[in-house]
């Protein structure tokens, strides 16, 4: 089970990026249901990191405009396991989408400390 909290009506999980030859660091990460990747991160927070490049890709937004960004692979711990996982470098803040979620439950108390849990569903 992975926990986090809502802080200003926004449901945030800590990801553990996995760095070859550094400590693992935790970045706070806002759940966005309505992008459809893994991971954004903003591209300085990449840069910092060194990710992996892999591509660049049009991205669709909401207001169904799109922009060209670059994808970076990353390593993550998920609910305990190592995973590798596409990040696109935009944005400002650090979001998780659902490709992350997928096949697990989202359970989120929004008031301000609230409790968010993701927990994998048993497919069996």
């Given at each position: ?40 991160l ?6 910092k ?26 390593t ?15 944005g ?33």
């Amino acid at each position: 089970m992975i926990n986090g909290t809502v802080a200003g009506l926004q449901a945030q999980i800590g990801i553990i990026l996995c760095l070859p030859g550094n400590p693992n660091i935790e970045i706070k990460c806002i759940v966005d249901t309505g992008f459809e990747g893994f991971l954004t991160l903003p591209p300085a927070a990449i840069a910092k990191l060194g990710l992996t490049y892999v591509t660049r890709i049009n991205a669709n937004l909401a207001d169904n405009s799109n922009i060209a960004t670059d994808v970076y692979l990353a390593t993550i711990l998920w609910n305990g396991i190592e995973r590798d996982v596409a990040v696109l470098a935009m944005g400002r803040r650090p979001l998780i989408g659902t490709a992350l979620l997928q096949d697990y439950h989202l359970s989120i108390d929004f008031h301000e400390g609230g409790k968010v849990l993701v927990d994998a569903i048993s497919l069996s």
